[in-house]
């Protein structure tokens, strides 16, 4: 049996087992209590070039927004411009024949006119014979023509065969419904007047009405760019002809598409056609270089001769 000092050895020596800390370790309290060293400079350094990085980052983000503006900032903020100038101001006429140069040096055209099947295309400037007389009491060459609207003529390569076509168009910042995007009524109108221009070809006497024209809006237009629009002829008999068109940008992006039907009233064979044949524009047998074929519209009050 153990006696009383044995077991008073054995409590000693548990409890000294059980209140030593080997060296490694401190007790529970020092590391609830320990002072905490915390390094202020090198926060504060840090706190500094986050508040630059972030300055700077801003300052660049707004200067790249301002300068090249997403789209739907485009319509949420739309940038103002100036209206279109007089046309019969020097101004007028210099971003004309600037527009004119810039059409014949499209990358686009040039690949057209350099295609494998180029001869079964000729090209035309349509309203370019159209009496003087007639244009003023026009949409499109009359109320909409003038920089910064409807600068140019169309420049059309249409197929011989008369069932496809391609029309090239400069639209302007006058010709807006929201501010920077083309009016959806002047793509219809734009869009209208070239599928006619393939179904007139297809009628008994090259002339008809618009009996039917649908629109799908696909994409926003911008303002002052080159479009295109690509016609085809879908069917004709007798005077009923079918079309279909597309409008895109000068990357090929979808704009609008569209489908109409022409009727050609049966009082036509009595009506004069040749206005309409020159709004059409004649075939040619080469392309139009500036200042041929497609002479530039210039006001005779705005002419060296008469302003002197």
Known sequence: M?????????????????????????????????????????????????LVSGTLLGATTFTLGALYPPDPLLFISPRSAAGPPDPSSQLAITLTNSLESSLHSLPYLQKLRNRADADEWYETRPFVNYPEERKVNSLTQGALRGAGKMALY?????????????VIVHVGRGVCGHEGIVHGGLLA????????????????????????????????????????????????????????????????????????????????????TNAIKEALGEPTHAPILPGSGAPIPIPPSATPAQSS
């Open 154 to 166: 169309p420049l059309v390569r249409a197929r011989k065969d008369e069932k496809e076509a391609i």
């Open 2 to 50: 153990c006696s009383a000092r044995n077991i008073s050895q054995i409590s000693r020596r548990y409890l000294s087992q059980a209140t030593h800390h080997p060296p490694h370790e401190a007790p529970h309290a020092t590391h609830l209590h320990a002072p905490q060293h915390i390094p202020r400079r090198r926060n504060l350094r840090r706190t500094t070039g986050l």
């Open 189 to 272: 109108t734009i869009l209208d007047e070239s599928l006619a221009r393939v179904a007139f070809q297809h009628l008994p006497n090259n002339l008809g009405v618009t009996a039917n024209l649908n629109i799908n809006y696909k994409a926003a237009t911008k303002a002052d760019q080159f479009i295109v629009i690509h016609t085809k002829l879908e069917s004709a008999k007798g005077r009923k002809a079918v079309v279909s068109g597309e409008i895109t940008d000068l990357d090929g992006k979808l704009l609008v598409d569209a489908s109409a039907v022409f009727v050609e009233p049966k009082y036509a064979k009595y009506l004069n």
